[in-house]
């Protein structure tokens, strides 16, 4: 597995193998089994894979998120070694964002609403930096997860949008037993906060917005941003919770299967 710091290097790494598929797997690291399902389809369904590691700083609205953000570059590295990714793009924040960095992607209705309502400029950051993304890769797929299903109709609209060449694959939630989605931000959670949190995924497993809104009102020691049914594709009921310093999202597919 090579492990590439500039848009350079990862050009001129690609170069060769572009006569079979390339999948580009996006992350910011704190590696977990959600992570590691999307690795795992691309291994299966590319010649290439590249995963992305950054952390990146455009869709952190709060300081504080963005320094508690857990990194361990060593563990993920091992952990992408393990999934057969052949090639690891983990740029520095100057890569990406050069001094006089001023082009942005916005993709304004779809990126406005719900998350980007509670985050203003998060999903400016996220559609830039995955453009960037596919600018240097040039990837014939990219995966990315349900769990944040905003950001893939963010970045579905972008692709129509721009007519992007990339085929977008998505993958379902990967959830603990305990029903907790998996996210990079669980590490940051006190098993009494972790506890608690549990009545996000329990109130969305209803799939009802009004038992599912009750049963929040409900529960001790959570702030609820939203709960709210979204018409993506496919619609899902979706929710944000802070739990002490932690904020948390989720969602629960309301109809189709759970791509
Ligand atoms: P992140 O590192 O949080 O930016 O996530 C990288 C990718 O992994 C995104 O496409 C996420 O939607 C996906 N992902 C994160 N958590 C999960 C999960 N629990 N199940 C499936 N995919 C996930």
New binding site residues.
């Given amino acids: 597995m090579k492990v590439a710091r500039t848009i350079a290097e990862t050009r001129s790494a690609l170069e060769d193998v572009r006569d079979g598929p390339i999948g580009l797997?996006?992350?910011?690291?704190?590696?977990?089994?959600?992570?590691l399902?999307?690795l795992r389809a691309a291994r299966e369904e590319c010649d290439t894979v590249v995963m992305s590691l950054f952390v990146n700083p455009a869709q952190f609205g709060d300081e504080h998120d963005l320094a508690s953000y857990p990194r361990d570059e060593e563990r993920d590295l091992a952990l992408a070694r393990d999934a057969g990714v052949d090639l690891v793009f983990a740029p520095s924040t100057e890569e990406m964002y050069p001094a006089g960095f001023q082009t942005w992607v916005e993709v304004t209705e779809v990126g406005s609403r719900l998350e980007g309502a509670f985050r203003p400029g998060h999903f400016r950051g996220v559609a830039t930096v995955v453009l960037k993304l596919f600018s240097v890769v040039r990837p014939d797929r990219a995966?990315?997860?349900?769990?944040?299903a905003q950001?893939?109709a963010v970045i579905r609209q972008m692709i129509r949008d721009l007519a992007l060449d990339v085929d977008l694959r998505v993958?379902?939630?990967?959830?603990d037993g305990d029903g907790l989605?998996?996210?990079?931000r669980n590490a940051l959670l006190t098993t009494e906060e972790r506890k608690r949190a549990l009545a996000l995924p329990r109130a969305l497993a209803t799939k009802d917005l009004t038992a599912a809104r009750a049963l929040l009102a409900r529960s001790n020691g959570l702030d609820v941003d939203y709960v709210e049914v979204a018409e993506f594709d496919p619609p899902v009921l979706a929710g944000a919770v802070r739990v002490g310093s932690v904020r948390l999202i989720d969602n629960v597919v309301l109809e189709g299967d759970s791509k």
């Fill in positions: 797997v996006p992350t910011m690291g704190g590696l977990h089994e959600g992570h399902s999307l995966y990315f997860g349900q769990k944040d950001q893939v993958l379902p939630t990967v959830r989605a998996l996210s990079s």
